[in-house]
């Protein structure tokens, strides 16, 4: 154990920790003390690069000199104000430079950031700070509205370009503090940060993530499939809270001493392929979703934007062949699909340069190991399989708080996905379908459940039942069946309504894009809801 996790409650852990495996660890030789601040800041200005530039933010860079020091007194003002090893520090801001000193910040002084998504309401966040009791919040005045609601008058607010009565203003505690500070002797096996997702019985997880598991994302897929360099340009519309976002935008760029493309407006396709050639973009990570959505602009035929890329990322759900092969024909460049998840904090299995194929999601990522599973469990030993996928490598699945999830998602060290892959002959791995109810909308992931929960408190709706409908553009959409209250009249005009609804309690992207009215919902033979028929319900219905 380590500075943090002997400050953390003992429940925090799920005891044997058989997660990550070891021998993969090793590998990387990481050693016993880690601060990853070290390896993503001080080793960059010890070899002489502190001038070069890390963050590129509205037309303005920030050196990798003028990142450390901010980072530094923000830090020094964090311990000043009684932020000890172990604390969580709750971030929730949009993707600005706040957020990287925030987060680098927090990491050096020993403390556990909680990084939150900007479109996340009241329920969703009341369920993170009551699991993860942070000690103090990062915020701005308009996204801490919400926070204050949730959050204890108690726990200290620090707020990003605002000064309230009995909050701290973040440039004033970054000015009045010093600019060199040490880094805590933290652990490689420390807790550093707590990242959420989706889950299908509609309780947000918590996944605990480790100093030596940001480093091995970074030295495992993007060190082993991408080879970055300095003269890397990193950009990325996904939030930084997201932990896709948070690779491709901070831990990459920064692990290879290459600078990040930091935008906090809302995707625009036009606006982000004006970004991609006036920044001369090298490494861009997308979702299919925005890349059809890339695709739709003529300015997407113009090979100058492309000219300085040298690859093109995709995950957050399935890439399709036709998508592929479109943006081969347009761009004249190869988008590589990849899987991940939050709980292996990134992308484990992927395409490389020079094999890239139309529906295809690659092969397993330097350092991870991959078994297919039968319906019941079983290993499955044949080299061309179909089957549920479970994981195993340098950064491991842990759950916060939640030991009985923890125990049938994790047996034996391996981690089960819920992702059924097919394995070719030459170790090829393509995606079949997932074994749960989760929605993949936008690369985002949505619980059925959690929808369907926020829809009954709507006075018109009796009953609700929310799926997933195949989607040209976004993959899925969330597709929600509705049985009314008496007196309720279905129409367009309720429709508006539901989802008004639906957006005052849940992320945007959660709430349902169509709803279907019903009578009554199928049922198998056994009294169950019967998923398979609404979905077809619903295909039928969709526009």
């Excluded at 070899?47 to 003028?66: Q, V, W």
């Excluded at 910040?105 to 329920?123: D, E, H, Q």
Aim: hydrophobic share 40%; proline share 6%.
């Amino acid at each position: 154990m380590g500075i943090v996790n002997d400050s953390l409650p003992g429940w925090a852990f799920i005891e044997p920790r058989d997660q990550p495996n070891r021998e993969a660890r090793f590998a990387l030789s990481y050693g016993r003390h880690l601060n990853v601040t070290e390896e993503l800041l001080d080793r960059h200005l010890a070899g002489g690069f502190a001038d070069r530039p890390a963050i590129r933010f509205e037309g303005r860079a920030l050196t990798y000199g003028m990142l450390s020091e901010r980072v530094n007194r923000l830090a020094n003002a964090l311990v000043h104000v009684g932020i000890k090893p172990g604390c969580r520090i709750l971030i929730h801001l949009p993707n600005t430079p706040e957020f990287v000193e925030s987060w680098l910040a927090s990491l050096r002084i020993g403390a556990v950031v909680v990084a939150t998504m900007p479109m996340l309401k009241y329920r969703e966040l009341l369920q993170i700070v009551e699991e993860t009791e942070p000690a103090c919040l990062i915020t701005t005045p308009q996204l801490g509205c919400v926070l204050d609601e949730c959050a204890p008058p108690t726990v200290m607010r620090v707020l990003v370009g605002g000064d309230k009565p009995a909050q701290l203003a973040y440039e004033t505690l970054i000015m009045g503090a010093n600019r060199v500070c040490k880094p805590a002797a933290t652990a490689e096996d420390d807790v550093a940060i707590i990242a959420y997702t989706s889950g299908s019985a509609g309780r947000q997880k918590g996944t605990v993530h480790t100093h030596s598991d940001i480093l091995a994302i970074a030295d495992t897929y993007a060190g082993g499939i991408l080879s970055p360099t300095r003269e890397d340009c990193f950009a990325c519309h996904a939030p930084m809270a997201f932990t896709y976002g948070l690779g491709a935008l901070l831990v990459f760029p920064l692990r290879f001493g290459a600078s990040t493309v930091i935008d906090a407006g809302v995707f625009d396709p036009a606006r982000w392929l004006d970004i991609v050639r006036r920044e001369c973009v090298t490494r861009l990570f997308t979702t299919p979703t925005a890349a059809r959505f890339y695709l739709e602009q003529p300015a997407c035929r113009d090979r100058a934007i492309w000219r300085h890329v040298r690859t093109v990322v995709s995950a957050g759900e399935v890439l399709s062949k036709e998508t592929f092969d479109r943006w081969r024909e347009t761009t004249d460049t190869d988008i590589l699909d990849g899987c991940g998840s939050t709980e292996m904090l990134h992308i484990w299995i992927s395409q490389r340069h020079g094999e890239a194929v139309g529906g295809c999601t690659g092969r397993v990522v330097p350092h991870y190991q991959v078994r297919m599973l039968d319906d019941a469990g079983q290993v499955i030993h044949s080299d061309e399989a179909e089957g549920i996928v479970a994981i195993q490598g340098p950064t491991g699945c842990r759950y916060w708080r939640q030991p009985e999830l923890q125990s049938s998602v994790v047996k034996g060290g391996w981690t089960s996905t819920g992702d059924v892959f097919r394995r070719d002959a030459s170790g090829r791995y393509w995606f079949v379908s997932r074994t749960d109810d989760i929605i993949v909308t936008g690369g985002y992931q949505v619980s059925p459940v959690e929808v369907q929960e926020v829809l009954l408190r709507c006075p018109a709706i009796r009953d609700a039942a929310v799926v997933g409908v195949p989607d040209g553009t976004r993959g899925q959409i969330v597709s929600a069946c509705v049985i009314l209250n008496p007196g309720s009249k279905p129409g367009d005009a309720l429709v508006c309504e539901i989802q008004a609804y639906a957006k005052t309690q849940i992320a945007a992207f959660k709430c349902p894009r169509q709803i279907v009215f019903l009578k009554e919902f199928p049922r198998t033979s056994t009294g169950k809801l019967d998923r398979s028929c609404l979905r077809g319900a619903a295909a039928d219905t969709k526009p």
